[in-house]
C-alpha cells in the first residue's frame, strides 16, 4: 500500500504502516516524507487528528499520552 493516499486510508492502518515504514527503511519523519513526497504537516495532523502524535525520540508515532 502507498502512503501517496493517507488522506483516504483508514488513519489507524496509516499509522500501523508509518510506523513501519519509519522502524524499517527511515532515520526520521523528514527523510520519510520527503522521500514519498508527502506533505508533513498534513500527514503529521491527519494522525494527530486520529488520536497519535510523532516521537522524534523514539522515530515513530504514539497514542496522545494527555
Given at each position: 500500500m502507498k502512503l501517496t493516499s493517507f488522506e483516504t486510508m483508514d488513519p489507524h492502518l496509516l499509522y500501523g504502516l508509518v510506523n513501519t515504514a519509519l522502524r524499517n527503511d527511515f532515520e526520521d519523519l523528514e527523510d520519510l516524507v520527503r522521500s514519498h513526497d508527502?506533505?508533513?504537516?498534513r500527514l503529521v495532523q491527519r494522525l494527530k487528528e486520529a488520536g497519535y502524535e510523532y516521537n522524534a525520540e523514539l522515530n515513530q508515532f504514539r497514542p496522545h499520552t494527555s
Amino acid at each position: 500500500m502507498k502512503l501517496t493516499s493517507f488522506e483516504t486510508m483508514d488513519p489507524h492502518l496509516l499509522y500501523g504502516l508509518v510506523n513501519t515504514a519509519l522502524r524499517n527503511d527511515f532515520e526520521d519523519l523528514e527523510d520519510l516524507v520527503r522521500s514519498h513526497d508527502l506533505d508533513h504537516d498534513r500527514l503529521v495532523q491527519r494522525l494527530k487528528e486520529a488520536g497519535y502524535e510523532y516521537n522524534a525520540e523514539l522515530n515513530q508515532f504514539r497514542p496522545h499520552t494527555s
